[in-house]
């Protein structure tokens, strides 16, 4: 069965609980196999058979558990991106702005001490009332909403506790203000307290604004990405140059760029050469030579030259959308330490509820005069000062800005478990070629064997050489192995012309076979050589002493007979030593994994400082070999770049691609390195440590800090020390948490990676 996965936002979530009670309503949808649902993105993913849902099941879910599901919302731009956030922040602002001070003429009107500075009539209770009301039902109305769809569905969520706690303390002030003599009838003073309600409702509203405003920084890698695209392109139509739409370009248009033009969409050079700037999506400062025939990126910038190219893919298929893509779907994901927040926070305002009944009983029944009072203003303290927002924000917004950083970075992370596996790695297993190496390899011995008593690659005829070249070459075109691309390359450099070749036949990890003119030529390793029953005693020095030089050998055959010898080297790429310094510096065993003879990659191995050589392992053995090292106990990242890379990287606790590979490698990978890169590697790690210690420190924080508020907030304390908590600095500290637990992941972007 083939599911499909759809991202879409949710408008009107405000904490984990709101979390929790959306995907548990995705979740029930008959054709849903996994939902999951992220505060600081404001975010749903859904994985769900078509042939069972369409977009009206995942609309109604949501609608019917009292939030508003924006389905067939498109990839705006970050000027629209920019706006509607400016908008929704415009109105939270003027809420904000009227509710605190309404409820700061309240308090004037109304805090012992300062009311004797207020003008008389704010010291009016019905004067006071009359300013309360907006607050509470105009202001409010957002949490009375909410409350409200949450009651329909028996859930309750962070503002059922605020609804509660105001409308306690609002309902009570009223009652006093309309019906001082009863109250008074029943030995309680008749003072209301709408500065209380007034007061949270603008500090929680306050603390949404600052939320809001940090939260949109934790975006920006989005945003910034969405800002590189073109937004026009000089299309070549009917021999004439027009400018049209990005939206409009389609695969196969022929396209021109000028000198400091931007790229419009991905492409393959057709005419003229140029310097490119690809720095925005692969985090390289150094520009890229491209010529005719080489592969061009959208949303690069054109340095020197101009040219003319074929767009290959457009919209949503170029690789700016599918990193744009990749880093909204890893936003969204979730972290497995996330789920020790969800698992408290599904019990958490349910608690709280019971908590606060509580403490209204106790007071009421044990407290001092007026316990009615005091049991009032507890109980609104312990409603509104937990607050399940900082538990619900503490991973997701670590985790937006660790992947936005990597987005900046040339660091792909395609979902959050790999980011908080990555800072566990203690091995990690890199393959050679493409990936160690440059993945260029070129030949630089061909050696008659009649003749390798000479020692010397220049020692034999020209034309021996051609004829053996000419050979493996023709064999060799039909393989898409790198070295048969060397062996190739270096016939095209020399002109020669390739033979017709029949039942060509590829043996993985060993070499390739072939008929031509009538006669069987194969070209391959040892192992190929031992298959065909091949000796290889008397070219056994002249083998060790290419491999001793770090070259990889390959023996022609020709008509059943061992004819000459083909080196191949291929060249490591500059990061590569230090990257495998440094990351044993970290405490990581490094190993390497290759196809190559134990000698070839055991030279290769030294020249980076690597000790562990796992060689000659076959394609297919690949993903065996990573779950040695796992069984262990090892956790173990596969850095690799090939398609026979592919069940190794699926196999590893971590599987790290190169951008530069094969689609199926990075498909396989949970993070991909644009640019092909290997100290993205330690980056990737510096990034996971440096996320997974914002995690943890976000969750110690919204732990604490509503293990301490909480019973400060009942009054356990008052008993022994005196300490109460005012409604309104639980409002305040409720605020700080949510807004503190983002400010702190915002840090994660400080580091230096």
Not at 476 to 486: F, I, N, Q, T, V
Not at 517 to 534: H, P, S, T, Y
Not at 607 to 621: F, H, M, S, T
Request: with cysteine.
């Amino acid at each position: 069965m083939s599911l499909n996965r759809k991202t879409f936002s949710i408008r009107g979530m405000h904490c984990a609980s709101c979390v929790m009670t959306i995907e548990r309503a995705l979740k029930k949808i008959d054709g849903v196999s996994d939902a999951i649902v992220n505060l600081a993105t404001a975010k749903a993913t859904v994985e769900y058979n078509p042939a069972i849902v369409d977009d009206n099941h995942l609309f109604s879910a949501v609608a019917n558990v009292g939030y508003q599901a924006m389905i067939n919302e498109e990839l705006k731009s970050e000027d629209e991106t920019k706006r509607e956030d400016d908008k929704e922040l415009g109105r939270l602002r003027v809420k904000v702005v009227i509710s605190l001070f309404l409820g700061f003429l309240i308090v004037w009107g109304s805090f012992p001490g300062l009311m004797n500075t207020a003008p008389i009539i704010l010291q009016n209770f019905m004067v006071q009332l009359l300013l309360a009301t907006p607050v509470q039902f105009w202001a409010g109305w957002s949490f009375y909403r909410a409350a409200f769809s949450a009651l329909k569905h028996r859930t309750a969520n962070m503002d059922t506790l605020v609804i509660i706690g105001t409308t306690v303390a609002y309902g009570y002030s009223v009652i006093v203000t309309i019906f001082p003599r009863v109250v008074e009838s029943i030995g309680i003073t008749p003072l209301p307290y709408f500065d209380v309600a007034t007061i949270i409702i603008g500090l929680i509203l306050l603390g949404r604004y600052f939320e809001a405003k940090a939260k949109a920084g934790t975006s920006q890698a989005i945003r910034k990405l969405i800002g590189l695209q073109a937004k026009t392109a000089r299309v070549i139509r009917d021999g004439k140059e027009i400018d049209i739409p990005i939206n409009q370009v389609a695969a196969g248009d022929i396209i021109r760029v000028r000198p400091g033009e931007k790229i419009p969409v991905d492409g393959i050079i057709e005419e003229g050469e140029s310097s490119i700037d690809e720095s925005m999506v692969t985090g390289e400062s150094m520009p890229v030579d491209k010529a005719k025939g080489d592969i061009i990126v959208g949303a690069t910038i054109n340095k020197t030259g101009s040219f003319t190219f074929k767009a290959t893919k457009v919209g949503q298929e170029t690789m700016l959308a599918q990193i744009i893509k990749l880093v909204q779907e890893a936003q969204g994901s979730k972290a497995p330490i996330q789920r020790l927040a969800d698992l408290v926070s599904s019990y958490f305002v349910p608690a709280v509820i019971m908590l606060a009944i509580l403490t209204f009983v106790v007071w009421y029944d044990f407290g001092p005069d007026p316990a009615l009072t005091f049991a009032i203003l507890n109980t609104v303290a312990v409603l509104i000062i937990a607050c399940p927002c900082a538990m619900g924000l503490a991973t997701p917004t670590a985790i937006m800005v660790g992947t936005g950083k990597g987005a900046e970075n040339g660091i792909l992370i395609k979902d959050a478990e790999s980011l908080e596996t990555a800072h566990k790695i203690n091995t990690i297993i890199f393959d050679k070629t493409g990936t160690l190496t440059k993945g260029r390899p070129e030949v630089t011995d061909i050696i008659l064997v009649q003749n390798l008593n000479l020692k010397s690659k220049n020692e034999n005829s020209g034309l021996s050489q051609n004829q053996a070249l000419i050979l493996a070459a023709s064999i060799e075109k039909g393989s898409e192995h790198s070295l048969a691309e060397a062996i190739v390359n270096e016939s095209r450099k020399r002109n020669l012309a390739f033979l017709t070749v029949s039942q060509f036949r590829a043996i993985p990890g060993q070499g390739v076979e072939g008929v031509v003119d009538g006669k069987r030529v194969a070209l391959g390793n040892r192992r190929f050589m031992e298959k065909e029953n091949i000796t290889l005693v008397s070219t056994q020095a002249g083998i060790e002493r290419l491999e001793n030089e770090g070259k990889t050998v390959m023996m022609l055959v020709f008509d059943g007979k061992l004819v000459a010898l083909i080196a191949v080297a291929d060249t490591l790429k500059e990061t590569a030593l230090s990257a495998v310094k440094q990351l044993q510096k970290f405490g990581i065993e490094v190993a390497m994994i290759t196809g190559d003879n134990q000698r070839t990659a055991s030279s290769i191995a030294r020249k980076v400082g690597i000790n562990r050589v796992l060689a000659e392992v076959l394609p297919d053995q690949k993903e065996a070999e990573v779950k040695k090292i796992q069984a262990e106990g090892k956790i173990v990242a596969m850095v690799g770049d090939g398609i026979n890379d592919a069940p190794a990287l699926a196999a590893a606790n971590v599987g790290i691609a190169m951008a530069t590979g094969t689609d199926v490698a990075i498909e396989s990978a949970g993070i991909t390195l644009l640019h092909g890169d290997i100290s993205k590697v330690v980056k990737a790690v510096l990034l996971s440590k440096a996320t997974m210690r914002g995690i943890k420190q976000n969750l110690f924080w919204a732990f604490i800090y509503n293990i301490i508020g909480i019973p400060i907030a009942a009054g356990i304390f008052y008993p022994i020390f005196g300490w109460l908590l005012n409604p309104v600095l639980a409002a305040m500290a409720m605020a700080f948490s949510s807004i503190s637990v983002v400010l702190n992941s915002l840090r994660i972007s400080a580091n230096k990676l």
